[in-house]
């Protein structure tokens, strides 16, 4: 039953690596679901992900309608991934936000790619401290980060360190994980011409369904650096929120103690 929701909760949009329409498949599933259970479990048991499934096709999106069209960093890159590949990510990651969930491993400071959590939630944090703060009749000063190209910064052995370290993800499990990230190849489709094939040593695809969820735990330790600082934070993705009545002076302590998170 679970296969099946992930499998009608994907969207009907085929990938250039998919020879059969995503249609097609819902309307056959009754027939199909049995084999796709079997593709799946055999991932999952054998702790590998098949490199055909880690192809991508990669096409650019403008990030606003208002930007320029003719400015590269303008446009965001999407990964079209297979329709198999989006079942067993979906599958991977129920699984996985149950064990989040379940052993409250989950970032408190983290609004994004969260159950009950929004842009809404961030927001009601840090106005509720400026508020706090002003009551107090205390200076606020609120720092606004931005990683650009988060997705991309992703470091494969930082993260699989992290799943094991700080997630408790261990034997083929972990295998499957570092399968699922290494070697990934994609191609740049325009118009209707590709690229030659490329492949990937850092980063998740952006239009994956597990690629969210494994930067936020990624990204997990920034606030335990953070609170080291004494600074009020919230993080939304990778968009970080300090704010604090010292943050003045605490903020120089940040330069030199930011080296951690590569640790």
């Known amino acids: 039953m679970r296969l099946q929701c992930a499998l009608f909760h994907c969207p009907n949009i085929q990938s250039d690596s998919d020879l059969t329409p995503t249609w097609l498949l819902k309307v056959c599933a009754p027939v199909l679901i049995p084999t796709i259970t079997n593709i799946v479990n055999l991932s999952l048991t054998s702790g590998h992900f098949h490199p055909i499934l ?28 297979s329709l198999i590949s989006k079942i067993i990510e979906r599958v991977v990651k129920s699984r996985l936000t149950d064990h989040l969930d379940s052993n409250d491993l989950l970032n408190p400071n983290q609004s994004a790619y969260c159950k009950h959590h929004s842009t809404e939630t961030a927001l009601l944090y840090i106005h509720d401290h400026l508020i706090n703060a002003i009551r107090s009749q205390k200076l606020s000063c609120l720092c606004l980060l931005d990683l650009s190209a988060a997705f991309d910064t992703i470091d494969h052995n930082i993260l699989i ?3 094991s370290s700080w997630f408790g993800i261990h034997g083929s499990v972990l295998n499957w994980f570092e399968s699922y990230l290494t070697s990934c190849s994609f191609r740049v489709k325009c118009d209707k011409d590709f690229s030659s094939e490329h492949i990937s040593s850092c980063g998740v695809p952006e239009g994956s369904v597990l690629g969210p969820l494994l930067f936020v735990m990624y990204t997990t330790p920034l606030s335990t650096l953070i609170s080291s600082l004494s600074l009020n934070h919230h993080l939304y993705a990778d968009d970080t929120q300090l704010c604090s009545p010292s943050i003045l002076t605490t903020l120089t302590q940040v330069s030199p103690t930011s080296r951690l998170l590569c640790n």
């Open 54 to 81: 880690k192809e991508s096709v990669i096409s650019s999106l403008l990030k606003k309608p208002t930007l320029d069209k003719d400015q590269l960093s303008n446009y965001r890159p999407i990964s079209n991934l």
């Open 161 to 163: 360190t992290r799943l």
